[in-house]
Nanobody, 116 residues
Framework: QVQLVESGGGLVQAGGSLRLSCAASGSVFEINAMGWYRQAPGKPQELVAT???????YYANSVKGRCTISRDNAETTVYLQMNSLKPEDTAAYYC??????????WGQGTQVTVSS
């Protein structure tokens, strides 16, 4: 089992920045990749960014150039630096960790609200 704890959400004005953190504990050796999904009301869930154990990153087109995903040396904490935030970035952001069998562990979610 992997437990994930997120932090860093909040309210920010358009154009501002936030950094989300996701700390993993438990069977962290199982983790292949970590990243973030987001869910806005009335919209489908969207994969925002992913970083694999090998360091490969993926970004949704909607955030490319504005967000950077990174991790600490222990590979147990992942960060999502979000810059130039837009009102359409408003959503609940969920950290996930994917293991080598394809199973996803989930965090509890953190709300990001961007005011115009």
């Amino acid at each position: 089992q992997v437990q994930l704890v997120e932090s860093g959400g909040g309210l920010v004005q358009a154009g501002g920045s936030l950094r989300l953190s996701c700390a993993a504990s438990g069977s962290v050796f199982e983790i292949n990749a970590m990243g973030w999904y987001r869910q806005a009301p009335g919209k489908p869930q969207e994969l925002v960014a992913t970083i694999t154990r090998g360091g490969t990153t993926y970004y949704a087109n909607s955030v490319k150039g504005r967000c950077t995903i990174s991790r600490d040396n222990a590979e147990t904490t992942v960060y999502l630096q979000m810059n130039s935030l837009k009102p359409e970035d408003t959503a609940a952001y969920y950290c996930y960790a994917n293991n080598y069998t394809g199973y996803n562990f989930w965090g509890q979610g953190t709300q990001v609200t961007v005011s115009s």
